[in-house]
Every structure is written in structure tokens, then in C-alpha cells.
């Protein structure tokens, strides 16, 4: 009986389909044409990966951007890790079933998935401060096995923060490699590329970086090609999202704090967030911001409060993502604005997590840890309008390419190259 393919799967932060028809080198790199793949909205890393893993759309699996609200207990976690986020239901549950092997490396969400192979960074922070870093494995010795084999551990500050680098990238690729050579190489592989993103942020599509970022990125995935021919694995690469300019930060919170909607409690000289009581709150994500209210007939209160800020390009109700997670109300930034969580006007009132890359304790994603701001005591900056990249809509197409056997054209949806990849699997050739 003819056998299910081998297939390696690379996710490549930022990838947008402009920019690879700019940099035609990324095509060369892997001998493959890159084609338009619309994200889904809104076009994020944890949504793009939950629909890739699901075969669903948001409305399906829930996961509205990369931050997560628990209205019962009234926080706010952005990268929170958990696999149980998403719905059961896998792509390659078939191939599992049939006994194949499946491998995810650095992707988020991805602790407790049904994988036989997982790497994540996982990082224990510590009570007096600082972290000792460390990554989660299965199982469990996998991690020291990668270490040895890359020879050196991964480095959590070259993969987010004022020091991320291509120096993350290099240590997945890497650890990719190993993985499709070892003796128990799965049959499907997921792995993870991040530096691009992190250049087109700091500086924009045109930045003066941006050339040798993508360099980088084109010798990678040459890397990850050639390893995956050798090993006989198919080939799918796809991006995420593409990267816009960003000219203006747009702060709903500071509107909402404004009409007294949102409430806040002062600790010395800061303020903080009292979600307990505040009417809403903008749980901010690059170009899309879910507005949570608590009472359903103020919406329209907060509706008001909202339209004003000149560079919102729509307000929507929550049948823009179509899901109980998502906010009562959702939104859209124009193209070049983006939203930033902050509520305060003066540095002063700033909570001390503001000036530290502290993932977890904001209400909102901040591209500013990219930055450096003070230096004593080491801390990142707070001004929104150094950040030059940006993305969220889905009119800007992300870009793929496969050497896949498929009976189509590559699709041009994410939802609908995830369904190509499960078929795949599930279909012997």
C-alpha cells in the first residue's frame, strides 16, 4: 500500500506574499514558487497557528488573537501556552491513528498537544528576580539532546525582546535539522521561524534591514529544504501575516479611561488596571483590539466612546470573529494605525511591568520590548511611535509554496491549506 508522504512544515514569521515577490531569493532558497495565502482574521501568530493545527476559521476554534480574557476571573493573559485553548481535533489525528509520528517545535499553544515530539520555551521566573531559562520538552530529554546537538541551549533573549535576533532562528533551524535526521523522525514536523518579524516591526517593509533579514531567512529555509529532500520529507512553508507600515499607535483604553469606562487603581505613584470594576477594557492586538464590556447595555455607550479616535477604520460587534471569546465589541485599525494598550498620559503613572518585557502582565501585545529604552537600570522603551511595523488586517496577503502532490491549485486561504495538508495525511499516495 502506498504510503502517507512525509511532510515538514515551516512557519515563517511575517512572511508576506509582497515581499517575497521583492525578494525573490526566498523562492530560490527552496526551489518553489511562493503564491497569495490569506490569513485569517485577525492575522496573528497564535490565530494563524490554531487555524493551520484545526483546519477552522476563527469563529471555529476560538482563539481570537494572542492574548486570551477570562471574564470569570477578569484577567488577561497574552502567550499563555496551554494546548486546551484550542478545540480537539487535529489535522493529523488520522496519521496518529494510523501510528505516525508528529513534532512541534516552537510553536504557541502547543504544550499538551497531541504530539509525540514538543519544544517550547519555557522559562521559570524567579522570586527575587531575573529567570533561569529553559525550554519544555517531550519527551522530557529531548531538550538535552537538542542542546548537544546544536551545541548550545536556546537563547529566550535572542527570541523576544531588544536583543531578538536571527540568532533564534538559526538555533530552531538547527534543532529542525537534527530532528528529521535522528532514527525516530516523525512523519510530520512543525517548526518555527521568527527573526524576519522582528525587523520588519522595529524598522518597516522598507527598512534599512530588511534586505539582510531576509538574506537570513532565505538561508534557513535553504538549510530546512535541503535537509528535508535528503530525508524525504515534502515541503510546506507558509507565513503568518504581512508586515505594514505603522505610523500611528492608536490607545483605546486612554479614550475609554477618558469617559470613565475604564477604572483604575493607584499603588504608589502607578496605576494599574481594575478590570474588576471597569465598565471595558481594550484587550489590544497589533491592528485589532477586542473591547470587552460588562454590561450589554452600555455597549452603545462604549461604541461612542470609541468611533472618535480618528484611525479606527470600523468598530464591529462580536460576529466579526463570531466566537463567545471574543470581545462584545471588535476593532479595526486603518491601514498604518495600530492599537497599544496603554490607559496613562504621563510616564509617572506607568506600571512598573511597562518598562520590562513582561509578556504575561499586560493587557495588550507591545512591540515596544523591541526597543531599548532606559539603560540603568536596564528597561525597554515606552513610545509607541518608534515602532514602524505592523499587521492584524487580512487585506495584505501572507505568502506559501509546497511541493505537495495536490489534486488543486495551492490554496489561497490558510484554512484552506491546512485542509490540503490534512487530506495529505490522511490519504495514502
Known amino acids: 500500500m502506498p504510503a502517507v508522504p512525509r511532510i515538514l512544515v515551516v512557519q515563517?514569521?511575517?512572511?508576506?506574499?509582497?515581499?517575497?515577490?521583492?525578494?525573490?531569493?526566498?523562492?530560490?532558497?527552496?526551489?518553489?514558487?511562493?503564491?497569495?495565502?490569506?490569513?485569517?482574521?485577525?492575522?496573528?501568530?497564535?490565530?494563524?497557528?490554531?487555524?493551520?493545527?484545526?483546519?477552522?476559521d476563527t469563529a471555529g476554534h476560538g482563539v481570537v488573537c494572542n492574548g486570551v480574557f477570562n471574564r470569570s476571573t477578569r484577567a488577561v493573559q497574552f502567550w499563555n501556552q496551554s494546548a486546551a485553548l484550542l478545540p480537539p481535533g487535529r489535522i493529523w489525528d488520522a496519521l496518529r491513528a494510523r501510528g505516525g509520528r508528529v513534532g512541534i517545535l516552537c510553536w504557541q499553544q502547543s504544550l499538551g498537544d497531541s504530539a509525540d515530539l514538543i519544544l517550547s520555551p519555557a522559562p521559570i521566573h524567579k522570586h527575587g528576580g531575573g529567570m533561569?531559562?529553559?525550554?519544555?520538552?517531550?519527551?522530557?530529554?529531548?531538550?538535552?539532546?537538542?542542546?548537544?546537538?546544536?551545541?548550545?541551549?536556546?537563547?529566550?533573549?535572542?527570541?523576544?525582546?531588544?536583543?531578538?535576533?536571527?540568532?533564534?532562528?538559526?538555533?530552531?533551524?538547527?534543532?529542525?535539522?537534527?530532528?528529521?535526521?535522528?532514527?525516530?523522525?516523525?512523519?510530520?514536523?512543525?517548526?518555527?521561524?521568527?527573526?524576519?518579524?522582528?525587523?520588519?516591526?522595529?524598522?518597516?517593509?522598507?527598512?534599512?534591514?530588511?534586505?539582510?533579514?531576509?538574506?537570513?531567512?532565505?538561508?534557513?529555509?535553504?538549510?530546512?529544504?535541503?535537509?528535508?529532500?535528503?530525508?524525504?520529507?515534502?515541503?510546506?512553508?507558509?507565513?503568518?501575516?504581512?508586515?505594514?507600515?505603522?505610523?500611528?499607535?492608536?490607545?483605546?483604553?486612554?479614550?475609554?479611561?477618558?469617559?470613565?469606562?475604564?477604572?483604575?487603581?493607584q499603588v504608589r505613584r502607578h496605576t494599574y488596571p481594575d478590570?474588576?470594576?471597569?465598565?471595558?477594557?481594550?484587550?489590544?492586538?497589533?491592528?485589532?483590539?477586542?473591547?470587552?464590556?460588562?454590561?450589554?447595555?452600555?455597549?452603545?455607550?462604549?461604541?461612542?466612546?470609541?468611533?472618535?479616535?480618528?484611525?479606527?477604520?470600523?468598530?464591529?460587534?462580536?460576529?466579526?470573529?463570531?466566537?463567545?471569546?471574543?470581545?462584545?465589541?471588535?476593532?479595526?485599525?486603518a491601514p498604518g494605525a495600530w492599537f497599544a494598550y496603554p490607559w496613562w498620559e504621563d510616564d509617572y503613572e506607568a506600571p512598573d511591568y511597562a518598562t520590562h518585557v513582561d509578556i504575561h502582565s499586560k493587557i495588550g501585545f507591545d512591540p515596544c520590548e523591541l526597543f531599548w529604552g532606559r539603560l540603568f537600570p536596564p528597561g525597554i522603551s515606552t513610545d509607541a511611535a518608534r515602532v514602524r511595523g505592523t499587521h492584524g488586517r487580512t487585506d495584505w496577503p501572507a505568502a506559501c509554496a509546497t511541493n505537495l502532490e495536490l489534486d488543486a491549485p495551492p490554496p489561497d486561504t490558510l484554512t484552506g491549506l491546512s485542509q490540503a495538508v490534512r487530506t495529505c495525511l490522511s490519504t495514502p499516495r
Open 275 to 333: 478590570l474588576y470594576a471597569s465598565p471595558a477594557f481594550a484587550m489590544a492586538d497589533h491592528q485589532a483590539a477586542h473591547v470587552y464590556v460588562r454590561d450589554p447595555a452600555r455597549v452603545g455607550e462604549v461604541r461612542r466612546a470609541l468611533e472618535g479616535i480618528n484611525g479606527i477604520d470600523r468598530v464591529m460587534d462580536h460576529t466579526a470573529c463570531a466566537h463567545t471569546q471574543a470581545g462584545e465589541l471588535i476593532l479595526l485599525a
Open 12 to 56: 515563517v514569521a511575517a512572511l508576506g506574499h509582497e515581499l517575497t515577490q521583492r525578494f525573490p531569493g526566498l523562492a530560490a532558497a527552496i526551489g518553489l514558487p511562493f503564491t497569495p495565502c490569506t490569513p485569517p482574521f485577525p492575522a496573528v501568530t497564535c490565530t494563524a497557528q490554531a487555524t493551520f493545527r484545526t483546519g477552522l
Open 132 to 265: 533561569i531559562q529553559d525550554c519544555y520538552t517531550r519527551p522530557p530529554a529531548l531538550y538535552g539532546e537538542l542542546r548537544r546537538a546544536v551545541g548550545r541551549p536556546f537563547n529566550l533573549h535572542r527570541y523576544w525582546g531588544p536583543m531578538a535576533s536571527a540568532q533564534s532562528s538559526r538555533w530552531i533551524a538547527d534543532a529542525t535539522d537534527h530532528v528529521l535526521r535522528s532514527p525516530q523522525k516523525p512523519d510530520l514536523l512543525l517548526t518555527y521561524i521568527p527573526h524576519l518579524d522582528y525587523v520588519l516591526q522595529k524598522q518597516g517593509p522598507d527598512g534599512p534591514g530588511v534586505a539582510a533579514a531576509v538574506a537570513e531567512t532565505a538561508r534557513v529555509l535553504g538549510q530546512l529544504a535541503d535537509s528535508a529532500n535528503q530525508q524525504g520529507y515534502r515541503l510546506v512553508v507558509w507565513g503568518d501575516y504581512a508586515i505594514t507600515p505603522a505610523r500611528r499607535p492608536l490607545f483605546p483604553n486612554r479614550a475609554l479611561r477618558q469617559a470613565g469606562l475604564f477604572l483604575t487603581r
